[in-house]
Each structure stands twice: as C-alpha cells, then as structure tokens.
C-alpha cells in the first residue's frame, strides 16, 4: 500500500467509527498562568519597564530631514518612542530594498532601523 492509500483507509476507519451527529467534546482550557509582578519575569530576567514619557507642549508632524537627537513621540498619545541617532539617505532592509531610514534608540534602550516615510506617518516631534 502507498502512504496515500494507508492515510485514506485510516481516515475512512476513523469516520466509520465515530457516529452520525456526534460531536467532538470541547477541548479544555488551558490553566490561566500566573504572572509574577515582582519585577522578574518567567525566564529569570529581570523585567525593565521603561517609564511613560509623554510629551509636554505641542507636537507637530515631522516635515523635511530628521535631525541626531530628535526625539520622536507617537502620534496617537505622544508618548515617547525613542531618539534618533543616525539618519541615513539609503540604509538596505532585509527585505532587500534600500530607502532612507532613521535609526532610532528605543525608550527601553534597544536601537532598531525604521525607514524615514513610516517614522513621518505615525511619529511627530516638538
């Protein structure tokens, strides 16, 4: 027998066996897990929050060429996303396309390339 065969018979045997209307119990919910707010989390790191800094004064969209050390702040809540540190007229994605892009440090430290038409879209500065 091919597998192809061996695979329709069990699925055959499988319908046979289970009868007309019947349906299949629910499937049990997982235990809620317990999430420790000690400040560490699950994997023995040590759980950083950044703090909430938002924005104080007037925001505006961000028009022209991004400066070292503008800070960027969402738009939606003008909370602070983080600082750029290097501005770059072509910076290559991974996707393989090359196109300006701001690399940002982040409020939790982490620093990552954002291209410079999405950080216009949904940041503004002061």
């Known amino acids: 027998m091919t597998r192809k065969t061996t695979l329709l018979a069990l699925t055959l045997s499988l319908l ?3 009868p007309a209307g019947a ?3 629910p499937a049990p919910t997982p235990p809620a897990q317990v999430v420790p707010d000690d400040g560490v989390e699950a994997h023995g790191r040590s759980k950083v929050e950044p ?3 938002v924005a104080k004064g007037p925001c ?3 028009e022209g060429k991004f400066v070292v ?3 960027l702040y969402l738009m939606t809540d003008h909370r602070l996303i983080g600082e750029v ?3 770059r007229s072509s910076h290559l994605f991974p996707d393989g ?3 300006e892009a701001v690399k940002l440090k982040l409020a939790d430290g982490k620093s990552t390339w954002l291209p410079a038409d999405t950080a216009r879209r ?3 500065t002061q």
Request: no cysteine.
């Open 16 to 18: 046979a066996a289970v």
């Open 23 to 25: 349906q299949a119990p």
């Open 51 to 53: 703090p909430l800094i």
């Open 60 to 62: 505006h969209k961000i």
């Open 69 to 71: 050390g503008m800070k």
């Open 85 to 87: 540190t290097v501005h």
């Open 97 to 99: 396309k090359s196109r």
């Open 122 to 124: 949904i940041y503004v």
